[in-house]
């Protein structure tokens, strides 16, 4: 006896077609002629550089080094201070009302860490930061440039993000980070302004790099500061970071990416977002974790998307992290099949 399968509803065919969408979208390849190979720097050398990395004070701006280590705030242990005396000054001042658990800001400065270590990709987050900035077109400025760059540690399954935004059934998912795997994504720079204090002290800070290691400073180089952020707290790690005028040569000439999907192959500029773009990219296709960036996730990472696809009064309560996830989702391919504006969600 042979049984009728249901037919299935229009609803259902369209979530299938969307997961076929989604998951098409997830094998997107993006080349560009200055990159270095994927996996040129193997897992050792990134750990390696990782531990060799050098801390700057919180208050002062101190640069750390073998002979003089740093010390972290218990608390957090994310700020790092040369001495008693600047770790006072920065509590008095900010450091207060900003410190978190340590648990979450170690992580953070984990997988900044990792990011900065691999050449390949924070190579591109500088590229992004030139082009967003301006800084290829303008003259070479007098004063240190600062960005903030916002990161977020979403599922490296494509469903599993639209699963918890409630793209794929009629309401958004219960499931909470700590059941899924997750992945670092960069959420775009933005810049960073800075008081005239802060700008002096960086000023400082350059002549005095300029003076312990002028190695690192090549003819049309450029000094700033990074600013890295995760989720709506205020968990932030300063980096200084020089950007080479190679990159900046890379930024003037805007060769543009090779975008390859199957046996599809076009062209894509070379602007801030598709350098996110590529970074994100590549951080997806590393499914053994080469690069360092695999992390689970947590409720806070979870929570964060699910309210970045609610309607436009959440969107905006969702804060700074929503927004970022929103930027994204406009400007990466992967994302257009859920691609919708939340401001029209009213």
């Not at 996730?297 to 696809?309: G, L, Y």
Request: glycine content about 4%; charged content about 25%.
């Amino acid at each position: 006896m042979h049984h009728k399968h249901p037919q299935m509803s229009a609803d259902h065919v369209r979530l299938l077609k969307l997961e076929e969408k989604l998951e098409d979208g997830s094998i997107l390849i993006l080349k560009h002629p200055s990159e270095r190979p994927i996996y040129d720097q193997s897992s050792k050398d990134i750990k390696k550089r990782m531990k060799n990395m050098h801390r700057i004070c919180m208050w002062c701006k101190a640069t750390e080094t073998k002979e003089t280590p740093f010390k972290a705030c218990a608390k957090c242990q994310g700020s790092f201070y040369c001495s008693k005396e600047c770790q006072r000054l920065d509590w008095i001042a900010s450091h207060k009302k900003f410190c978190t658990e340590s648990k979450k800001q170690k992580r953070l400065e984990r997988l900044i860490g990792a990011l900065i270590a691999n050449d390949n990709l924070f190579g591109f987050l500088k590229i992004a930061i030139i082009l967003r900035l301006g800084l290829h077109n303008a003259p070479r400025p007098a004063e240190p440039f600062s960005a903030l760059v916002p990161l977020a540690v979403e599922p490296e399954d494509i469903l599993d993000f639209a699963r918890l935004r409630g793209d794929l059934t009629s309401r958004r998912t219960t499931i909470y980070g700590h059941e899924m795997q997750g992945m670092l994504q960069v959420g775009g720079t933005f810049p960073s302004p800075e008081s005239p204090e802060i700008k002096q002290k960086r000023l400082d800070l350059i002549r005095e790099l300029l003076e312990a290691h002028p190695e690192t400073f090549t003819p049309g180089s450029l000094f700033g500061t990074v600013f890295f952020s995760m989720g709506n707290t205020n968990r932030i790690i300063e980096v200084p970071i020089v950007i080479s005028s190679d990159l900046m040569a890379i930024a003037a000439e805007a060769q543009p990416f090779l975008q390859i999907l199957g046996d599809c192959h076009r062209t894509i500029p070379l602007h801030c977002f598709s350098c996110i773009e590529y970074i994100n990219t590549s951080v997806r296709r590393d499914t053994d974790n080469h690069f360092l960036l695999r992390e689970k996730m947590t409720k806070e990472d979870a929570q964060i998307i699910q309210q970045s696809a609610t309607n436009y009064d959440r969107f905006r309560e969702g804060g700074f992290a929503c927004r970022t996830i929103y930027l994204r989702i406009k400007n990466e391919y992967i994302y257009r099949p859920i691609q919708r504006d939340p401001e029209k969600e009213i």
